[in-house]
């Protein structure tokens, strides 16, 4: 008994660290590590982060979305298998539904907030949501106090996400 307990609690954790990653990777698309070679190509830093060119900006929104969806796919094809592994557990298949679920809600979600702030005014945005936590990046050349905290609101109203929670990035 004890080892089918470690092992659903093992599949679990397996599961939570995929989608996890999934999240890093998506998240990690917004930081730009500076380099030598970055140095080189003329960019103006501001600590870590590279000043881009307005091209590269429309780039980062089309590219960060292609990537949040390969991320989420991944992780739907990995849940996929388990609900459809004849071998599992019922409460193994009963998790990786509620996983799919769960991402199908963060897309919807995400959607929704990224047309609001469109909405708002906003060039672009783009939304991650994961672990109880969000991350917006907004097309604008400045975000100040009442801008942030409209942005805050609407992520709040969408997802139920305090604002302590909540990561705004502007990228002009």
């Known amino acids: 008994m004890m080892m089918v307990l470690k092992r659903k609690q093992l599949v679990v954790a397996v599961l939570a660290v995929l989608v996890g990653v999934a999240g890093y990777l998506n998240i ?90 469109r909405a708002k005014g906003f060039a672009d945005a783009v939304c991650y949501i994961n672990n109880g936590s969000a991350n917006v990046v907004v097309k604008a050349d400045s975000i100040d106090s009442s801008a942030a905290a409209a942005i805050s609101e609407i992520v709040t109203e969408q997802s139920g996400i305090p604002a302590e929670k909540i990561k705004i990035v502007e990228l002009n």
Request: net charge negative; no cysteine; aromatic share 4%.
């Open 28 to 117: 990690s698309r917004e930081r730009t590590v500076s380099t030598e070679e970055d140095v080189e190509t003329g960019g103006d830093y501001l600590g870590q982060a590279q000043l881009v060119e307005s091209d590269s900006v429309a780039d980062y929104f089309s590219q960060a979305r292609i990537d949040r969806e390969a991320g989420r796919s991944k992780s739907i094809e990995t849940f996929n298998s388990l609900i459809s592994n004849e071998d599992a557990d019922p409460e193994t298949r009963e998790t990786a539904q509620q996983g799919v679920l769960a991402l199908a809600q963060n897309t919807e979600t995400e959607t929704a907030i990224e047309n609001l702030i």
